[in-house]
Structures are given as structure tokens and as C-alpha cells.
């Protein structure tokens, strides 16, 4: 079956510009994370969303940064007045059950000039 | 403390060898650790996982070692092969939820 897809692949932009990126679960996963991954670093929590709960926000790092999660399905993370230290890898990732084993994307390289 | 800690940084070992990354932790609240693996340009991939009810779990040439008491865990690859080659995360669950990474090792196998 498809796994989880990420939309665009590659996004590059100028500082100062709103940026949305695309994330697709795989079907009848109710959790959803997004992470982000520096050059050469591990991955860095964002944001987690499950089922109908509040997400769990507490990684973003400021508040030009937002996801939604629409119908439980596809979910889109925000950022707005985007910043060099922006770029990197944002990785989504989804699990069946809340906790449970993660199945990533191929994640979306964002560089911002 | 949520820090989970990864050694080596990276790490080259000879086709046929056997290939050792340790990861190590503080918070007694972790209670599941998921091993990841990642090649260029890609997402990481769900390896191999333990319970700290379990002192080691294999699948394959991937086993995972896990020292309850040092709260220390290891993942072993025996026959490294070339394909093996790849950045190797640890990770520990908090809360049921939440997945805090290792800093990731880089793994060369060579020929």
C-alpha cells in the first residue's frame, strides 16, 4: 500500500515569504508528527496531532510556525516569514495507533535564501 | 532530563564485521525504543524495537541489547554489509507519545 507522501520534495524561497508544506498519511493512521531535521542533526519534535484530541505543539519553535490536520487525514504545516534558519528536512511521519511505530516520509528540503 | 545520547558520531567498519552503536538515557519514563534507519535524500525507516521488559530483541543481523539498570542500549548489525550503510537513529517514547531522537550515527560498511 502507499506509505506516507510529503508535498513539495524540494521548496526553495526568499526570507520574509509564507511557506506550506504538504503531508499524506498513510490511510487509517490516526497519528500524525512532523519533525524537523537540520544538516547532520537528529530530528527535532514539532508538532503531534491525534485522532480528533488538541495537538500536542509544545516543539515549535516560535509562533510563525502552525499545522492543521484536516478530517484526520492530511495534514499542513505553516510557516510564516520564513527565515534562514528555517531551512532544513521537515519530515512527516504517522503511526496506527497513538505511540506506535512511525512510518515516515521522504520529508520536504526547505531552504530559504 | 528527555536527552537520549548516541555514540559514535559515525562509524566505518569492514564488510562481514559487526557493527555497534550504543545509545544511553536518563529519564526512568521512557518505556519503548524504537531504532531507526535512514538513507540519503530519504525518511527513516522503522528498524528494530524493545520493551525495557526485554534485555534483547533480534530480527535478522539486527539485534537490539538493552541494559535496564545502566539505562544503556546498543543496536548490534552482524554481517555488516555495504547495503548497511545508512545514519542510524535511537529513539526513546515519553508519555506514550512523544519520541525523543538520538543524534543519529553514520554508518560505513566497506567492500
Known amino acids: 500500500g502507499a506509505g506516507v507522501s510529503q508535498s513539495p520534495s524540494n521548496k526553495v524561497t526568499e526570507k520574509g515569504k509564507d511557506v506550506e508544506l504538504r503531508c499524506d498519511p498513510i490511510s487509517g493512521h490516526t497519528a500524525l508528527y512532523w519533525y524537523r531535521q537540520s544538516l547532520g542533526q537528529g530530528l527535532e519534535f514539532l508538532i503531534y496531532f491525534q485522532g480528533n484530541s488538541a495537538p500536542d505543539k509544545s516543539g515549535l519553535p516560535s509562533d510563525r510556525f502552525s499545522a492543521e490536520r484536516t478530517g484526520g487525514s492530511v495534514s499542513t504545516l505553516t510557516i510564516q516569514r520564513t527565515q534562514q534558519e528555517d531551512s532544513a528536512v521537515y519530515l512527516c511521519?504517522?503511526?496506527?495507533?497513538?505511540?506506535?511505530?512511525?512510518?515516515f516520509g521522504p520529508g520536504t528540503r526547505l531552504t530559504v535564501l | 532530563q528527555q536527552q537520549v545520547k548516541q555514540s559514535p558520531q559515525s562509524l566505518i567498519v569492514q564488510k562481514g564485521g559487526i557493527s555497534i552503536i550504543n545509545c544511553a538515557y536518563e529519564n526512568t519514563a521512557f518505556d519503548y525504543f524504537p531504532w531507526y534507519q535512514q538513507f540519503p535524500g530519504k525518511g527513516p525507516a522503522l528498524l528494530i524495537a524493545?520493551?525495557?521488559?526485554?534485555s534483547e530483541k533480534k530480527e535478522g543481523r539486527f539485534t537490539i541489547s538493552f541494559n535496564k539498570s545502566a539505562k544503556q542500549f546498543s543496536l548490534h548489525i552482524m554481517d555488516s554489509q555495504p547495503g548497511d550503510s545508512a545514519t542510524y537513529f535511537c529513539a526513546g517514547r515519553l508519555g506514550g507519545q512523544n519520541f525523543v531522537f538520538g543524534p543519529g550515527t553514520r554508518l560505513s560498511v566497506l567492500p
Open positions: 511521519a504517522s503511526s496506527a495507533v497513538a505511540g506506535g511505530g512511525q512510518y
Open positions: 524493545i520493551r525495557p521488559d526485554v
